[in-house]
Structures are given as structure tokens and as C-alpha cells.
Nanobody, 118 residues
Framework: VQLQAFGGGLVQAGGSLRLSCAASRSSFSIKSAGWYRQVPGKQRELVAAFTSGGSTNYSDFAKGRSTISKDNAKNTVYLQMNSLKPEDTAVYYC?????????????WGHGTLVTVSS
């Protein structure tokens, strides 16, 4: 059971990116998920998350600029980021609680690098 994260890249300040995080098989169900980011020398920090009940939570720096969403049909979680700033440069990770038959797994995807140029 794996999470696959992609969508990072180089973008100019003010631009947008959409990150995606997919369970490795369509039969896996994402119950809750979050996006985190980390820069060298700093702790990993929450960007946005949603619970199994559907509520969402955003860090202050992400409020108004980011949207977390899930496509149930594609079993994929997205993070839409707008008005990007150079300080948003980081490796972004997705984390999800994935249900496979009767089992649940707390998984991390590999990171995807976002670089915002000034």
C-alpha cells in the first residue's frame, strides 16, 4: 500500500500549483489526509488536512491561498496552492489514513519539491 505524490515543480511568485496524492490502487479508500511541508533544518509542518468527517484545517500561512480536496472516484487528494511566495519553497508530503478491506494504514507519500522563484 503506497501513496504517490506528484505535481511539484518550479513556479514564479504569484503563481499556482496543484499537488496530487493518490493511493496506489483504486480499491484503497482514503479516509482522511493532510499535506505537510518541510524545509532543510526545520520541522515538518502542516499545510492543510481534512478529517474522515469532512472538516478541513489550514495552517495560518495557507488560509486563503490553499485548498485541500479529495476526488473519491480517483481516490486522490489534491492541494491547490495559489499566490505562491518564495517562502513556500519546500518539500511537500502527503499523509493519509487509507482503508484496505478491514485494515487501515497511516501512510506517507514521498515528497514532491515545490520551488517558488522571486
Amino acid at each position: 500500500v503506497q501513496l504517490q505524490a506528484f505535481g511539484g515543480g518550479l513556479v514564479q511568485a504569484g503563481g499556482s500549483l496543484r499537488l496530487s496524492c493518490a493511493a496506489s490502487r483504486s480499491s484503497f479508500s482514503i479516509k482522511s489526509a493532510g499535506w505537510y511541508r518541510q524545509v532543510p533544518g526545520k520541522q515538518r509542518e502542516l499545510v492543510a488536512a481534512f478529517t474522515s468527517g469532512g472538516s478541513t484545517n489550514y495552517s495560518d500561512f495557507a488560509k486563503g491561498r490553499s485548498t485541500i480536496s479529495k476526488d473519491n472516484a480517483k481516490n486522490t487528494v489534491y492541494l491547490q496552492m495559489n499566490s505562491l511566495k518564495p517562502e513556500d519553497t519546500a518539500v511537500y508530503y502527503c499523509n493519509a489514513l487509507v482503508k484496505v478491506t478491514i485494515y487501515e494504514y497511516d501512510l506517507w507519500g514521498h515528497g514532491t519539491l515545490v520551488t517558488v522563484s522571486s
